[in-house]
């Protein structure tokens, strides 16, 4: 279980991508109480804590607010792009700017494959019905021009 293991952990290291945005309707207050308690806990057996490479996408200013009490100044806080080194800043919360690591891909025109393949991953309700209906006919082109679709699963959850 989670607080078995959290523990029997030296360290808790979150991270490795976006942990929380406001772009998707309804997801905000669900992903922040999620890492509001998983804080909670790990602050309570008093475990050092590593924000590694995280993303954060906060447009409005009620959660940017929020914020705050999920970082201490005593962690260990990286980032993975400007906007989200802007957001500590702003919430004065220490961090260091570490570019994720899918910037260092090469160039698209060397990632291009003769096997017509592409991966697809998508967080559950980032699309809208209509949203949804264009995705399903973006596919179905695909597929016609011979494409494999490849779903990639966007947690292993």
Request: charged share 20%; proline share 4%.
């Amino acid at each position: 279980t989670f607080l078995s293991t959290l523990w029997h952990s030296d360290i808790v290291i979150i991270g490795g991508g976006g942990i929380l945005y406001d772009n998707e309707k309804n997801q905000f207050w669900k992903l922040f109480w999620q890492w509001k308690i998983r804080v909670f806990f790990t602050r309570l057996f008093m475990k050092p804590l590593l924000y590694w490479s995280i993303g954060l996408e906060i447009e409005q200013t009620r959660h940017k607010r929020q914020l705050k009490s999920l970082f201490s100044t005593k962690d260990i806080i990286s980032v993975r792009d400007d906007r989200s080194l802007g957001l500590m800043h702003s919430i004065e919360r220490p961090a260091i700017l570490i570019h994720d690591a899918a910037f260092l891909l090469p160039p698209r025109s060397r990632l291009i494959s003769s096997e017509n393949r592409i991966g697809l991953s998508l967080r559950p309700g980032f699309l809208s019905e209509s949203e949804e209906k264009v995705f399903q006919t973006f596919v179905s082109t695909l597929l016609a021009e011979g494409y494999t679709i490849i779903l990639i699963p966007h947690t292993l959850a």
